[in-house]
């Protein structure tokens, strides 16, 4: 199974069409067809269908195209860690952050980066715990800024804790609870859950550690804007972090609480593969995450 068949097939069912598959890559039209023809007799199946719009893949040829993805993936990292161990600071590095390390940690930290080694692209996106997880054992992103869990398998992941926050309770300016001072008081209220699953979700760690029963389940989401926007314009009760529920954005649409039980801290912080760590652009980043929030507790 040669890479460049791999590519002709990923071409073809990306562009949706075999001329643009053939101009993209810069070969012909037949050139193209029998690359993806000798796929298609290696592994006696079929990998594209034609219609009267161009091509689709056949459910093959999406198992196919999805692990050749993986696999070019993989030969990028290598060649950029190759590159890296042998002391060259070029390629890319891909960061998953929750929004409080995206608003408190990152601006600074590719401020100093980008300065000290230009050579090196870094990309974030916005993501959860545990989205993060499922992406750094793909190796679909290099670092993951989030809550440190309180226990990963030993061996897997390389941890290091940056800042803490506390999670304040949030809701929308002139809710009837708005002066509540305890979670009791909050009990049968709809929360917004921000976690992936009500299971795992901050609102229920909260309750179950003052000995209260989990509230019930409002809503479930997976970004910081949507947990404002239901909040901002509904009955519902949620977390936020104190540094994003204190922002103008926040405060124009949103009160605290004046909970009086002890709240939930969370200490946020890097989880790296193992096996990454031996890279000097990953240990260097590493290093300005940990001077970006030096300067917070400054």
């Not at 196919?64 to 993986?70: E, K, N, P, R, V």
């Not at 993060?132 to 390389?158: H, M, T, W, Y």
């Not at 649409?253 to 946020?268: F, R």
Request: with cysteine; glycine share 6%; proline share 6%.
């Amino acid at each position: 199974m040669k890479l460049t068949s791999l590519q002709a097939l990923g071409a073809a069912i990306e562009e949706g069409s075999l001329r643009k598959a053939a101009d993209r890559l810069g070969v012909s039209q037949p050139a193209l067809s029998k690359l993806v023809r000798e796929l298609e007799l290696e592994l006696s199946t079929t990998l594209l269908t034609r219609t009267s719009k161009g091509v689709l893949a056949t459910p093959q040829g999406k198992v196919l195209h999805g692990h050749s993805q993986a696999v070019e993936r993989e030969l990028k990292a290598a060649r950029s860690a190759i590159a890296q161990i042998g002391g060259s600071m070029v390629g890319d590095i891909r960061i998953a952050a929750v929004p409080l390390a995206v608003l408190l940690l990152i601006p600074e930290t590719l401020r100093t980066f980008s300065k000290a080694y230009p050579d090196i692209r870094l990309s974030v996106t916005e993501e959860l715990y545990m989205t993060q997880l499922q992406k750094l054992r793909n190796k679909e992103v290099d670092i993951a800024l989030c809550g440190i869990p309180d226990s990963l398998a030993p061996g897997e992941f390389e941890m290091e804790p940056l800042v803490t926050t506390r999670m304040v309770v949030v809701m929308r300016k002139g809710h009837p609870l708005a002066k509540s001072t305890s979670l009791q008081e909050l009990a049968d209220a709809k929360w917004v859950y921000t976690h992936t699953a009500p299971e795992t979700g901050y609102a229920k760690t909260l309750f179950e550690t003052h000995g209260l029963k989990a509230p019930p389940v409002g809503a479930i989401v997976n970004s910081t804007l949507t947990l404002l926007s239901l909040i901002a314009t509904g009955e519902y009760v949620g977390l936020l972090p104190h540094q994003i529920a204190i922002l103008p954005l926040a405060k124009q649409y949103v009160d605290t609480a004046p909970i009086k039980d002890q709240v939930l801290d969370i200490t946020v912080g890097v989880i790296v593969r193992t096996d990454s760590m031996v890279l000097p652009p990953i240990r260097n980043l590493l290093t300005h995450l940990h001077r970006a929030a030096n300067q917070l507790k400054q």
